[in-house]
T-cell receptor, first 108, second 112 residues
Framework: RKEVEQDPGPFNVPEGATVAFNCTYS??????FFWYRQDCRKEPKLLMS???SGNEDGRFTAQLNRASQYISLLIRDSKLSDSATYLC?????????FGSGTRLLVRP | NAGVTQTPKFQVLKTGQSMTLQCAQD?????MSWYRQDPGMGLRLIHY???????DQGEVPNGYNVSRSTTEDFPLRLLSAAPSQTSVYFC???????????FGDGTRLSIL
């Protein structure tokens, strides 16, 4: 079993929809969590860090559930420009491990 | 602002050849890492370093060597290239693993 797992998708949603992604991790000692966005196999770019209390940045909300060992990303009011692959990353024993990514397609 | 610089951006090798992928950062980051990305596989950690003189294996280290003689540089060596190593390689750095990673532009490597 991989240390960090994501649903690969694709998630195909209309503009304006709300979509949520989950990411599960196996190392219960993990302390740091991130969501990255990747376009067309360019370099990943940080979308947001995930704090234990949950955090929001505009249309994006990230949450952490330590008991069930997953993090989530909620995107509200989806835009065409949100079409990309979303990667979660988890700090595991001084290594940053990425999930395989979830592809989002936002259609007009 | 240079950030993380990877060279070359593209490379074609023949099976059995060796080569070094270069990675340099100018942010004085202690943590550096190499990932490979294949279709549908996300980013897989090859090797990482928590500081000069310290390296360790990641998820998929076989066929690759690294060294970290300075804080700035973290080269990745392919000892004897194999077609299975055809991939996109990303170098990343951060102050610590609990900080966001800064990525280079990637090296697209094809092995024939």
């Amino acid at each position: 079993r991989k240390e960090v797992e994501q649903d690969p998708g694709p998630f195909n949603v209309p503009e304006g929809a709300t979509v949520a992604f989950n990411c599960t991790y196996s190392n219960s000692a993990s302390q740091s969590f991130f969501w990255y966005r990747q376009d067309c196999r360019k370099e990943p770019k940080l979308l947001m860090s995930v704090y234990s209390s949950g955090n929001e940045d505009g249309r994006f909300t990230a949450q952490l559930n330590r008991a069930s060992q997953y993090i989530s990303l909620l995107i509200r009011d989806s835009k065409l420009s949100d079409s990309a692959t979303y990667l979660c990353a988890v700090d595991s024993s001084y290594k940053l491990i990425f999930g395989s990514g979830t592809r989002l397609l936002v259609r007009p | 602002n240079a950030g993380v610089t990877q060279t070359p951006k593209f490379q074609v090798l023949k099976t059995g050849q060796s080569m070094t992928l270069q990675c340099a950062q100018d942010m004085n980051h202690e943590y550096m890492s190499w990932y490979r990305q294949d279709p549908g596989m996300g980013l897989r950690l090859i090797h990482y370093s928590v500081g000069a003189g310290i390296t360790d294996q990641g998820e998929v280290p076989n066929g690759y060597n690294v060294s970290r003689s300075t804080t700035e540089d973290f080269p990745l060596r392919l000892l004897s290239a194999a077609p299975s190593q055809t991939s996109v390689y990303f170098c990343a750095s951060s102050a610590r693993t609990d900080q966001p990673q800064h990525f280079g532009d990637g090296t697209r490597l094809s092995i024939l």
